[in-house]
């Protein structure tokens, strides 16, 4: 084994010593644990695991190849049934990437039974499926300032066609190029990336979907480009759509993207948040991150 000093925590029911009645025993899904434990818990093939660090065989494939496909959801109101939690759409685009690789399609009962535990303690959650099925759920805090980042927009840089997402339209543990994309970014004093083509097309951020806002309509680059299917993205389209606001899917050529009044970046975990400046090799481009536009996009929300 890789790394050693994973327990698995017991679900055994724990008595209340502080309730009144010293015959009623409460049945908790993990013991109470101290603020420094609250974040050294994950669950990993049907178990609740509290520790920093996860046991992979040396020869795994997740480990070597990146061989996963994951999804991160956001929790609203503690619910997996909420219609911003979109737990199924998330389930059935994990369960349609393990289809077309070929893997085992996990049971669906004790991925939720996991996501309930950990989202607990997290409004975020992790899903991570290996080759042979296993599943590795984690959890973690909203971004900071996102509120902030949301009202004020953020910075953006372009990245290089060599950075480009390998299988594109699918969520895999080969993440390499987009998270050099955001490394490179912050290094700028940039927030996010924006991933190109061969011929320079915007194609998505390192970690969502493209909007934009031009002659009275949005704009989003299409499936076809190799990007990848957000989960909110398309129930944003959707959403649009049925409020008859009209949605174009087209290629961000040089000359489109300089038209546009305002743009964004999309994901299941910050939802919407404006980009008011893409720094790019020839100078840089400013949008309006306070335009009224978004209020409509918010009303999702």
Known sequence: ?????????????????????????????????????????????????????????????????????????????????????????????????LQTFSWPI?????????????????????????????????????????????????????????????????KTGNYLSA??????????DAEEAILVDAQGNWLETSTGNLWGWRDGCWWTPPLKVGILPGIMRHHLMNWLQQKQIEVKEEPWTADLVKGFEAIATSNSVVEIVPIHTVIQPTGQLQYNPYHHIFKQMRGFF
């Open 179 to 188: 998270w050099l994309a955001k490394t490179n970014a912050v290094k700028l």
């Open 106 to 170: 996990p049971d669906e009962a004790r991925l939720r039974q996991g996501a309930k535990l950990i989202m607990t303690r997290f409004p975020v959650l992790r899903i991570t499926i290996f080759p042979d099925g296993r599943e590795w759920i984690t959890g973690r805090l909203l971004p900071n300032n996102l509120t902030e980042k949301q009202k004020y927009g953020v910075r953006a840089c372009l990245t290089t066609p060599e950075l480009y997402r390998s299988l594109p339209g699918h």
């Open 1 to 97: 084994m890789l790394v050693a000093g994973c327990s698995p925590l017991p679900l055994s029911p724990v008595p209340c010593h502080l309730s009144p009645c010293p015959l009623v025993s409460y049945s908790l899904p993990f013991p109470l644990l101290i603020p420094s434990e609250v974040t050294n818990i994950y669950w990993y093939d049907g178990k609740l695991i509290q520790s920093q660090t996860l046991e992979l065989a040396i020869d795994d494939p997740g480990l070597l190849y990146g061989a996963t496909v994951f999804t991160t959801l956001r929790v609203y109101e503690n619910s997996l049934t909420h219609r911003l939690t979109n737990w199924q759409a998330h389930y059935d685009r994990l369960k349609s990437s």
